[in-house]
């Protein structure tokens, strides 16, 4: 499986961007996406999760204001971040969690909130 995260940048306060995760390989056996983040001297935390049913649950810090989608047409999972705040800034990760607990990583993407 390999994952290739796209969309970051810099945004300023009260931006929005969308992050893509494209997924190939044995996408068969994927169960749970997520997108993670980790700011400089912090823990990666988790941000955002959908499972293969469509359920998602988010951080509390990001509810009302991300939303996580899956496109199974296109492998593709998105994090749409609507109202950016500079404590958003990180780089984010996208995971995918197979049904045999196995899980993958993309190589990040920098999302940087400032004016």
């Known amino acids: 499986v390999q994952l290739v995260e796209s969309g970051g940048g810099l945004v300023q306060p009260g931006g929005s961007l969308r992050l893509s995760c494209a997924v190939s390989?044995?996408?068969?056996?994927?169960?749970?996406m997520g997108w993670y983040r980790q700011a400089p001297g912090k823990q990666r935390e988790s941000v955002a999760r959908i499972t293969s049913d469509g359920y998602t649950n988010y951080a509390d810090s990001v509810k009302g204001r991300f939303t996580i989608s899956r496109d199974n047409a296109k492998n593709t999972v998105y994090l749409q971040m609507n109202r950016l705040k500079p404590e958003d800034t990180a780089v984010y990760y996208c995971q995918a969690v197979a049904t045999d607990g196995s899980d993958y990583w993309g190589q990040g993407t920098q999302v940087t909130v400032s004016s």
């Open positions: 390989g044995s996408i068969f056996r994927i169960y749970t």
